[in-house]
């Protein structure tokens, strides 16, 4: 899985990409995430692509064109396959594992538009439709705002690179395929805190795992 993100701030997905499950899967070849600044597509000499949007109101609107090449400039994994265009906004489809596991399944190649500002000229939809008959699907993580499509875009390659075989390493890793509880618990059986113990549910303790299990499933309740 390759995933192409087109965002005028690459170095914020640095951190998070250089840690854990997802830096190991980026250097084992299971991931492979590339970055596409619209900047470097601006025609003008100072890199500027935010103009005032039409019909008045606050902020800065992402000019379409460099949006454009940014798409078209996305070195794909496999050319013969189409690949899938997510374009990060608050009043798309709610993003959940069902996706994730479908668009891992399904897509070799996906491209996260990252807005900000005031957002990205909506004519980039049409255009891509249009030019390369790449399907567009516009998502949500969650029904609030955020300042920028970075944050969303990286729950969203977090989530889907769970699903593809190797990344996790054992598929009874994911939490989404077993019945796992939200409270978990390790060593020490018990502990003192200010002079109360806190000891683990006795049912865990137990070796029974059909009433281990019964128990997580109740949790969920």
């Known amino acids: 899985m390759v995933f192409h993100i087109i965002t005028l701030f690459p170095s914020a997905f640095r951190s998070y990409l250089g840690e854990s499950i997802l830096k190991r899967a980026i250097e084992d070849g299971k991931i492979k995430v590339q970055f596409y600044n619209p900047r470097e597509y601006a025609e003008n000499k ?66 996260f538009i990252c807005g900000r500002y005031e957002g990205i000229d909506a004519r980039v939809k049409q255009a891509v439709k249009n030019a390369f008959k790449i399907k567009v699907d516009e998502v949500s993580v969650g029904p609030y705002v955020v300042t920028g499509g970075e944050l969303p875009a990286m729950v969203m390659v977090d989530s889907i690179s769970r699903q593809i075989p ?8 994911l939490e989404e395929n077993r019945v796992a509880s939200p409270d978990v618990y390790t060593r020490p059986e018990i502990f003192k805190f200010k002079g109360k113990n806190y000891r683990v549910p006795k049912i865990l303790l137990s070796g029974h795992h059909q009433k281990i299990e019964n128990w997580r499933k109740n949790l969920h309740r």
Not at 83 to 105: C, E, N, R, S, V
Not at 166 to 173: E, F, M, Q, T
């Open 166 to 173: 190797g990344v996790l390493g054992d598929l009874a890793s």
């Open 46 to 111: 100072w890199r500027r692509i935010d103009r005032a949007p039409y019909g008045g109101g606050p902020g800065m609107v992402i000019q379409a064109l460099p949006v454009i090449e940014a798409v078209a400039s996305c070195k794909l994994k496999d050319k013969k396959k189409k690949p899938l265009i997510i374009w990060l906004t608050p009043g798309g489809k709610q993003f959940d594992t069902k996706i994730a596991k479908t668009y891992a399944k399904k897509f070799t190649d996906i491209i």
